[in-house]
């Protein structure tokens, strides 16, 4: 196998998310509430950032539809996907603002909370910074639930699960 190498720059955009994609990471999805109508967002771009206090952050694209709803918002709910609720990831890096059909519920601050998830983070944003072609949404943990189970992953392009090693 050979190696790919290269400076990333505007030329090779599609070599840099190949490389990118190597490292798989975890799906969530972000839901706040914009005006009266809940809005989501399928986003891989979630970490850990402090444990005290507990901070989060994730990125939403700036040339996404749904970018402004998320970084007006001072509350919203990260869920952590479990590897059953591919249809969900689906349906929300599609729509972030078709909630038919889905298995939901508002909290006490019309935040929409997703039923089944394997973990949530309900999130009030503390900083808000530009990066690129995305914005970076610091936010303080307010609570957290999780449940047993896998997550679902995302690398390359595609969706998958854990597998057990022995």
């Known amino acids: ?9 505007a030329g090779n955009q599609r070599a840099y998310r190949e490389a990118l994609g190597c490292f798989g990471t975890g799906v969530t999805v972000v839901t706040a509430r914009d005006a009266e109508a809940p ?7 979630f970490a850990s950032v402090s444990l005290d206090p507990p901070l989060v952050l994730w990125c939403p694209a700036r040339k996404s539809a ?3 709803s998320f970084t007006r918002a001072e509350r919203f ?6 590897e059953d609720q591919k249809t969900l990831a689906v ?10 059909g889905i298995d939901w519920q508002a909290d006490a601050d019309g935040v929409p ?5 394997l973990a949530r983070f309900d999130c009030r944003r503390v900083a808000l910074h ?6 970076i949404v610091v936010a303080e943990v307010l609570r957290a639930a999780y ?5 679902l992953m995302f690398k390359r392009g595609q969706y998958g699960g854990f597998s057990d090693f022995l």
Do not use: Q, W, Y
């Open 91 to 100: 349906h929300f890096a599609r729509s972030g603002i078709d909630f038919d």
């Open 130 to 135: 530009e990066a690129g072609d995305h914005s």
């Open 66 to 68: 749904r970018h402004d």
């Open 147 to 151: 449940r047993p189970g896998k997550g």
């Open 1 to 9: 196998m050979t190696e790919t190498s290269f400076v990333p720059d």
């Open 113 to 117: 909370i997703l039923a089944g998830c």
């Open 39 to 45: 809005v989501a967002m399928t986003a891989n771009s």
């Open 77 to 82: 709910a990260i869920h952590v996907m479990g």
